[in-house]
């Protein structure tokens, strides 16, 4: 699910013609925003067994102007990945829950269905915002 950043092509032309350091301070901000959303995702994926939990793939590759980063589920089970991600009907029990629960959890607080889009938005007005205060603290 790509995610619009209000902001974001102002900030891709200044990073055409940047220093390095600015570049460089673009791309580790991004990094940590790239991790920030992977570990919250963590935490809402539903987890029976475990395999979905543990097939997230975190990838992070500076680019000569910027930073791309990604967070996935699923591997050779996306279509399962997807189906718990979109059925927000769907029971997502949590991990080791002692009772187990019973419904289908409240996405963005609980493990249950949006476990990427949730994090995701929520960093979503903040992304260009801490991009801006790195490159001035380089600056």
Do not use: C, W
Not at 59 to 88: C, D, M, R, W
């Amino acid at each position: 699910m790509p995610v619009k950043v209000t902001g974001i092509n102002e900030l891709k032309r200044l990073l055409k013609t940047a220093d390095v350091k600015i570049v460089g301070a673009v791309a580790q901000e991004m990094s940590q925003i790239t991790d920030a959303i992977a570990q919250e995702s963590r935490g809402l994926v539903p987890f029976d067994e475990g395999i979905l939990s543990g097939s997230q793939v975190v990838t992070k590759k500076p680019t000569p102007v910027g930073f791309n980063g990604s967070v996935e589920y699923g591997g050779p089970a996306a279509p399962y990945a997807l189906i718990q991600h979109e059925n927000e009907d769907y029971f997502h029990p949590a991990k080791s829950a002692k009772p187990p629960g019973t419904g289908p959890g409240i996405p963005g607080q609980t493990r249950a269905a949006k476990y990427l889009e949730m994090p995701a938005k929520r960093h979503q007005a903040t992304v260009v915002p801490r991009l801006i205060a790195a490159i001035k603290r380089v600056t």
